[in-house]
């Protein structure tokens, strides 16, 4: 799916009118967001969000809209750290969300076409919903993938990276995940049977969107991995 800049605006005053309404409704207890984040004013759709198209585009704005599908560098996520700059990003109007918890996340090291279009479609075809990041290492990866699960804010992590074994092997020295490098769906099955895997870990390379997205797809269906299955 192309983002044009004329369908980014709809979504995100559809998704920003909504939260206003919540907001309202949820005043007597708190929840109402903040009046920075339903004035953000700009909105990036571009794929990739570099450090430097953030300093060209935010111009002193603290709050930046980015569109669903759009990926932040590391180095664009220490620019927001640094001038202390919220990201909005709204989720697809008009699409039902059966999971509207906790979100599956991936990281991406090794970046493909095919990669960027399986994650495009999976959240429409799972109804769940998925956070992406890039990544500028192996240890980066297995170290954002450790920190995510140990802090419970991901349903569980998909890993794209030509060393998925070793991304693997990284991730589990945390006594807390359990990360298995799958070849394919069938592999993913026969995993299943004898753990039950927050990280899979996948070399991307050669392989085709129906590929991984059917392999993203059996991650998900088999639900929130927990403990002892």
């Known amino acids: 799916m192309q983002f044009t800049e004329e369908l980014v605006n709809q979504v995100v005053a559809n998704v920003l009118s909504a939260l206003s309404r919540q907001g309202k409704a949820g005043q007597a ?13 700009v909105i990036l759709s571009e794929k990739v969000i570099t450090a430097d198209l953030l300093a060209e585009k935010t111009k002193g704005q603290s709050v930046v809209g980015i569109a669903a599908g759009s990926i932040l560098t590391p180095a664009a996520k220490d620019y927001l750290r640094e001038f202390k700059v919220s990201v909005h990003r709204p989720t697809a109007v008009g699409v ?3 999971n509207q918890g906790t979100p599956w996340r991936a990281i991406v090291l090794s970046n493909s076409a095919a990669v960027e279009n399986a994650l495009k479609t ?8 998925w956070s992406q990041e890039l990544s500028a290492s192996l240890e980066e990866a297995a170290s954002n993938a450790i920190s995510s699960l140990c802090r419970a804010d991901a349903a569980g992590v998909v890993l794209f990276a030509s060393a998925a074994e070793k991304a693997a092997c990284l991730a589990n020295r945390n006594q807390k995940v359990r990360a298995a490098a799958i070849q394919d769906v069938n592999h993913l099955r026969t995993v299943f049977t004898h753990m039950s895997p927050n990280l899979i870990c996948v070399n991307p390379d050669k392989k085709s969107f129906i590929e991984l997205r059917n392999l993203i797809k059996t991650f998900v269906s088999a639900g929130v991995p927990t403990e002892g299955k």
Do not use: K, V
């Open 122 to 129: 999976i959240e429409q075809q799972t109804n769940s919903r």
């Open 96 to 98: 039902p969300r059966a």
């Open 29 to 41: 207890t708190g929840s109402a967001p903040s009046a920075a984040t339903l004035n953000a004013s």
